[in-house]
């Protein structure tokens, strides 16, 4: 069982930065790949970023190529977001994720979630 607890979030004006961190219980965390999802109310959840199991293979969506960047580092079970440039509609709320991959896949559901933490971004 993995335990995933996301934190960071925060509010920012747009233009800046925001790091978001994913600390995981369990041993075999280094062996999943992570990924970063967001959601507003009253829609889909969506893809951010994904990192493999070892951090040598990251995956990003168009909206934050560039942007955002995800990192890991399996000593410590933790999955990093960097955000900078921020825009409006980066406003979320961001969850962190693991599935029982090394590699991500857009069309395998994660095996687990985090709480979620906010972030918002005003103009």
């Known amino acids: 069982q993995v335990q995933l607890v996301e934190s960071g979030g925060g509010l920012v004006q747009a233009g800046g930065s925001l790091r978001l961190s994913c600390a995981a219980s369990?041993?075999?965390?280094?062996?999943?790949?992570v990924g970063w999802f967001r959601q507003a109310p009253g829609k889909e959840r969506e893809f951010v970023a994904a990192i493999s199991w070892s951090g040598s293979s990251t995956e990003y969506a168009d909206s934050v190529k560039g942007r955002f960047t995800i990192s890991r580092d399996n000593a410590k079970n933790t999955v990093d977001l960097q955000m900078s440039s921020l825009k409006p509609e980066d406003t979320d709320v961001y969850y962190c994720?693991?599935?029982?991959?090394?590699?991500?896949?857009?069309?395998?559901?994660?095996?687990?979630w985090g709480q979620g933490t906010q972030v918002t971004v005003s103009s």
């Open positions: 369990g041993r075999t965390f280094s062996n999943y790949a």
């Open positions: 994720s693991a599935t029982k991959r090394r590699y991500y896949a857009k069309n395998v559901t994660p095996d687990y």
